[in-house]
């Protein structure tokens, strides 16, 4: 296996993007990316691309020749794969596109991620996100995403004293990190009060708990570390991907406060990389609801199992803070293109490690973890990078 | 749309009745029904097995902003209960949600669970309801 690396980062803007259409975000991305890496497309020996349900969206499907024909690669007639893990999809194109580099099937890859959400209404895309969720066994009966996670919450407040505040943290953190961020959809500075203040939407998690309906691209470019050295000067090298599966109904799973398959794929990330948690710079963790990023800081081994509450309500894990987690504003601030977020976590990965994250840029990064969630927790994906 | 989900769906038995599987050589009980024990897989010995019903709130919530099938319903509570057997289920506990609770014993119920229209397909199902145990102080008298 060869080692890999990032030589060219791209993102759009997030947010609600009425003014463009999917094709255009992934354009830009895409040219931003390659733009970054200096390469050109005769270069490109295939491409990944992250999306959950463009089916559902956008009522278009085939996206991996879509994008490869936005991006101008037609007439190349490069391969073009789209892969689908929920909210995971991004992360799950990332692995795809390293594998293949490392397997020495390919040299330069884009891994990339979009969704372009908001062209329907918000009960359409609440139904067409919990389709991640187990159609038959769950949502038949009611469920909603935020109700899965809040049932999560709930239990966790009941096993672990975590309070509704310390939840409000995150998102108080997140959107202020956001504020430095110029993707970012929410550049706005919350208060707890306000967390708490706006309308429930499954008890105890309120509005400004949950991640928003996004539109957004991202894409990467990936080449074996040895021919990175020749082409970038600042080449981000990956230094562990790992996957990880559970049960795809929150009911079956082991602990309904434990997050096996991000248990599972930290721990063999870590050894991949020969490093501990401690050793981690800067974090972009998936806060899809403000419990989420509290049970990955814990699940990831940042704290002990039942404290992230607690870390995070006492500032550990802000910009300025021993472990900075979601620099970027996170799923919550900057915005949630479910097939675009785990290329997003890459993109500000890698540009906190280049020393190119402005205002929010976190002192002497060095090694930087994403981590990306499917669903309730059925997909898991860790990707750990150093300079 | 749940409401337009596969209409096959609506025959599936376990819909209406919480019958499941028990494994004689491990001894666990699994709902709904499956082919290959988990733990024992090609060795399984897998029995048809009709759940009691009865059980415990493991975790819940009350739904204020839900999938359009369900918006006329909100607010709803939702549960992950814990049936005596063993398996977990998620389904609505159609109590007051000042009521519900963590570790509330549950019985099931027949309920309609949504509807095509007014002239459309009715889903039934089963949802969860308190249940009131005999106290010891009913014994006595």
């Known amino acids: 296996m060869r080692s890999v690396s990032i030589i060219g980062v791209g993102c759009t803007k997030f947010g609600e993007r009425w003014d463009v259409s999917l094709r255009d975000m992934i354009a830009e991305a895409g040219v931003l990316a390659i733009d970054d890496a200096e390469i050109s497309g005769e270069q490109i020996d295939a491409l990944y691309v992250g999306n959950m349900s463009g089916g ?134 919350i208060s707890i009060e306000d967390v708490s203040r706006s309308p429930m939407v499954a008890d105890p998690l309120h509005i400004l708990d949950c991640s928003p309906i996004s539109d957004g691209a991202a894409a990467v470019v990936l080449a074996p570390t040895e021919m990175a050295k020749k082409l970038s000067e600042n080449p981000i090298k990956v230094a562990a991907s790992a996957q990880a599966s559970d049960t795809l109904a929150l009911h079956d799973r082991r602990d309904l406060t434990t997050l096996d398959a991000t ?23 998936h806060d899809c609801f403000t419990i989420a990023e509290i049970l990955a800081i814990e699940d990831l081994g940042f704290v002990e199992k039942g404290q992230g509450g607690k870390a995070t309500e006492e500032g550990l894990t802000a910009l300025g803070s021993s472990l900075p987690v979601n620099t970027s504003g996170g799923l919550k601030a900057c915005g949630h293109p479910v097939g675009a977020t785990g290329i997003k976590q890459a993109y500000e990965i890698a540009l906190q490690l280049r020393g190119e994250a402005g205002r929010r840029q976190v002192d002497e990064a060095e090694v930087g973890l994403a981590h990306n969630v499917g669903g309730s927790g059925g997909t898991a994906l860790v990707h750990i990078f150093t300079r | 749309m749940t409401t337009q ?137």
């Open chain 1, 56 to 189: 559902r969206f956008v009522e278009q499907e085939h996206i991996g020749a879509l994008i490869a024909d936005c991006a101008g690669l037609s007439r190349l007639h490069v391969p073009s794969t789209r892969v689908e893990a929920a909210c995971a999809s991004g992360g799950l194109a990332l692995r795809q596109g390293i594998l293949a580099v490392a397997s020495g099937y390919s040299d330069i890859v884009i891994a990339a991620g979009v969704e372009k959400m908001t062209d329907v209404s918000s009960g359409t895309a609440a139904d067409a996100l919990a389709a991640a969720a187990d159609r038959e066994w769950e949502c038949f009966f009611g469920a909603t995403f935020p109700a899965l996670y809040a049932m999560m919450a709930r239990l966790h407040m009941r096993r672990y004293g975590t309070t509704h505040d310390q939840m409000a943290a995150v998102a108080v953190k997140n959107h202020h990190h956001a504020c430095y961020n110029p993707i970012a959809q929410y550049q706005m500075e």
């Open chain 1, 263 to 285: 248990v599972h794929a930290g721990r063999a990330a870590f050894t991949q990389a020969g490093i501990e948690p401690r050793m981690v710079d800067v974090a972009e963790v």
């Open chain 2, 5 to 141: 989900a596969p209409r096959f769906w609506r025959s599936i038995p376990q819909r209406y009745n919480l019958s499941g599987t028990h494994c004689k050589r491990c001894d666990e009980y699994f709902f709904p029904p499956r082919n290959l024990c988990p733990n024992c897989r090609r060795g399984s010995h897998l029995e048809e097995y009709t759940f009691k019903g009865t059980g415990s709130v493991v975790t819940f919530t009350t739904i204020y902003n839900a999938t359009e099938d369900f918006e006329k319903l909100t607010p709803y509570n939702l549960a992950i209960i814990q049936l005596d057997e063993g398996p977990k289920v998620t389904g609505q506990v159609v109590s007051s949600s000042k009521d519900i609770k963590i570790g509330m014993r549950v019985r099931p119920v027949f309920r309609i669970l949504g509807k095509e229209g007014d002239r459309g397909i009715i889903y039934y199902g089963t949802k969860f309801a308190p249940l009131m145990e005999p106290s010891c102080e009913d014994e006595k008298r």
